[in-house]
């Protein structure tokens, strides 16, 4: 599958964030997309999404065949976990395909053992990331989508979740949104 980013423009709040803008997100590839804060990194990803509509141009998705939606597992750069289930919870409520004891295996390679089955909000920040990244790699996914899913974590554990989430990425594609592109050159990196 190509998600086609063509010729989109979008204001938001009266700013032009993105003009023009072209790219085509292939399989089996990785993409950085950065800028400063405020640039269009977010609504880029919201478009890809489907969550918002661009003024003008299009996203589109081609293959083989139609393909009605993206099936993605995302890590949005707001926090989206539910406070009062614990990180097995959170991750195994995305999908009647994921396991229980298959999400416990995941998290178990970046959290202490006591911590996954705690209310989420009782984890640090970084923690809870590490629970998102978890659950957009638990979907079973055609792409990666990913905005600052690095932000708070510390290199050491930033480069295990990189090499982690590139063995999950398969033969899908891989967009992280991120102002930082500091282990993340591997990437073909564009910049807004």
Same mark, same amino acid.
Request: include cysteine; proline fraction near 3%; glycine fraction near 6%.
């Given at each position: 599958?190509?998600?086609?980013?063509?010729?989109?423009?979008?204001?938001?709040?009266?700013?032009?964030?993105?003009?023009?803008?072209?790219?085509?997100?292939?399989?089996?590839?990785?993409?950085?997309?950065?800028?400063?804060?405020?640039?269009?990194?977010?609504?880029?990803?919201?478009?890809?999404?489907?969550?918002?509509?661009?003024?003008?141009?299009?996203?589109?998705?081609?293959?083989?065949?139609?393909?009605?939606?993206?099936?993605?597992?995302?890590?949005?750069?707001?926090?989206?976990?539910?406070?009062?289930?614990?990180?097995?919870?959170?991750?195994?409520?995305?999908?009647?395909?994921?396991? !229980?004891?298959?999400?416990?295996?995941?998290?178990?390679?970046?959290?202490?053992?006591?911590?996954?089955?705690?209310?989420?909000?009782?984890?640090?920040?970084?923690? !809870? !990331?590490?629970?998102?990244?978890? !659950?957009?790699?638990?979907?079973?996914?055609?792409?990666?989508?990913?905005?600052?899913?690095?932000?708070?974590?510390?290199?050491?554990?930033?480069?295990?979740?990189?090499?982690?989430?590139?063995?999950?990425?398969?033969?899908?594609?891989?967009?992280?949104?991120?102002?930082?592109?500091?282990?993340?050159?591997?990437?073909?990196?564009?910049?807004?």
């Amino acid at each position: 599958m190509i998600i086609e980013i063509k010729d989109v423009s979008k204001t938001v709040s009266g700013k032009a964030v993105l003009n023009g803008f072209n790219l085509n997100i292939e399989d089996e590839h990785t993409y950085v997309i950065t800028g400063d804060s405020g640039c269009g990194k977010t609504t880029l990803m919201r478009l890809i999404l489907k969550l918002d509509t661009p003024d003008k141009g299009r996203v589109g998705l081609l293959g083989d065949y139609k393909y009605p939606f993206i099936n993605a597992g995302v890590v949005f750069q707001d926090d989206t976990l539910v406070d009062s289930l614990d990180a097995i919870t959170n991750c195994a409520m995305v999908s009647k395909k994921i396991f !229980r004891e298959t999400v416990a295996e995941e998290l178990l390679k970046f959290l202490p053992e006591d911590l996954i089955f705690v209310q989420v909000e009782k984890l640090s920040k970084p923690q !809870r !990331r590490i629970v998102e990244i978890v !659950r957009a790699c638990c979907i079973p996914s055609d792409v990666l989508i990913m905005d600052e899913p690095f932000e708070g974590i510390d290199r050491e554990t930033k480069k295990k979740l990189i090499s982690y989430i590139r063995d999950k990425q398969g033969k899908g594609s891989l967009t992280i949104m991120t102002r930082d592109t500091k282990d993340l050159e591997f990437a073909r990196i564009v910049r807004l």
